[in-house]
């Protein structure tokens, strides 16, 4: 199992661009989420999903999209990126019997 | 709003001491609290789970307690060991049916030999 996979591990952004981050799971898990995490603070949570075809915002989802349509994916959506979406991005997959949630390896994002 | 808190000064032990790390939170009383483990560039790692009606868990070096009055959970390392030097995040939930959970900013703890 490769567990929660995220692409691309870095990326730089002028303002004003748009891009999307994948995040793919193989564990069958029906929960997904979207955090960022800025330096030296805990993660914040953008969206997520309790299955497929089903989504919500979580803390802080202005700025961002997201769309579940397989249960292995759950892309993130930045439109019009701003110097305030720079950050770390981490996905993470959860086991809705056991509440443990696996992350993936995160996608560090500059926004100049 | 829920508000969660760590200790945001680093925590600096002896190898072999015993690290006490504290969360402490507002309002509500969760579902269930989590501590993970956080490596410099890279994701968190689930260590161990508290339900409310769980006072104590304990998986290896690892406990965990959970005073729903005091609104604290305490997470224990004993016998530390330099590889245990990690940022340690609490992380609490408010309901089961999603999963959602709502993070402290970590405690980086640091183990010298």
């Known amino acids: 199992n490769a567990g929660v996979t995220q692409t691309p591990k870095f990326r730089i952004l002028k303002i004003g661009q748009s891009m999307t981050l994948q995040c793919t799971q193989d564990m069958n898990h029906n929960y997904m989420y979207w955090y960022r995490q800025d330096p030296g603070m805990g993660l914040k949570l953008i969206y997520y999903s309790v299955g497929a075809g089903i989504t919500d915002k979580g803390e802080v989802p202005n700025g961002y999209n997201v769309s579940r349509s397989t249960t292995e994916d759950f892309p993130l959506r930045l439109e019009l990126a701003a110097p305030s979406q720079t950050s770390v991005y981490f996905c993470a997959s959860g086991d809705s019997f056991t509440d443990t949630q696996y992350f993936g390896p995160g996608t560090r994002l500059t926004v100049l | 709003s829920q508000k969660i808190e760590q200790n945001s000064e680093a925590l600096n032990i002896q190898e072999g001491k015993t690290a006490t790390l504290t969360c402490n939170y507002t309002?509500?009383?969760?579902?269930?609290l989590q501590w993970y483990r956080q490596d410099p560039g890279r994701g968190p790692v689930f260590l161990l789970l508290?339900?409310?009606?769980?006072k104590e868990k304990r998986k290896e070096r690892l406990k965990v307690t959970f005073d729903t009055t005091l609104k604290q959970s305490l997470f224990h390392i004993t016998a530390s060991q330099p590889a245990d030097s990690a940022t340690y995040l609490c992380a609490l939930a408010f309901s089961s049916n999603t999963g959602k959970l709502i993070f402290g900013q970590g405690t980086t703890l640091q183990v010298k030999p």
């Open positions: 309002n509500y009383s969760p579902a269930y």
């Open positions: 508290i339900r409310e009606n769980e």
